[in-house]
Nanobody, 125 residues
Framework: QVQLAESGGGLVDPGGSLRLSCVASGFTFNQYVMTWHRQASGKERELVACIRSGGGHTDYGESMKGRFTISRDNAKNTLYLQMNSLKPEDPAVYSC??????????????????WGKGTLVTVSS
């Protein structure tokens, strides 16, 4: 049974940091591109970051560049998202996802196969 279990969300002050984790099971983690997406209330889901199966290539949504860092530990079947300098526009449900490695980060819109349920991030003073 495939499972993607996110954790690490919560309430943080503007300018603060959070580290999200996503533990994967039920599929061969190192054969998948992994992503973080987010969806704010009333808005469409958007890509936050993507990392290829070997971890050597990453992509970010424009507003996340320089603030967020995606990484993965294939030995632990775990995906991470380090979020720094959080802004009032960052609150959303953050979900991890997986697409077969052949899609790469450029093709994930066509190949997303597995999704987690998400973890809520709130930014407020």
């Amino acid at each position: 049974q495939v499972q993607l279990a996110e954790s690490g969300g919560g309430l943080v002050d503007p300018g603060g940091s959070l580290r999200l984790s996503c533990v994967a099971s039920g599929f061969t983690f190192n054969q998948y591109v992994m992503t973080w997406h987010r969806q704010a209330s009333g808005k469409e889901r958007e890509l936050v970051a993507c990392i290829r199966s070997g971890g050597g290539h990453t992509d970010y949504g424009e507003s996340m560049k320089g603030r967020f860092t995606i990484s993965r530990d294939n030995a632990k079947n775990t995906l991470y998202l380090q979020m720094n300098s959080l802004k009032p526009e960052d609150p959303a449900v953050y979900s991890c996802g997986a697409a077969p490695a052949l899609y790469g980060c450029s093709g994930i819109v066509y190949g997303m196969k597995y999704w987690g349920k998400g973890t809520l991030v709130t930014v407020s003073s």
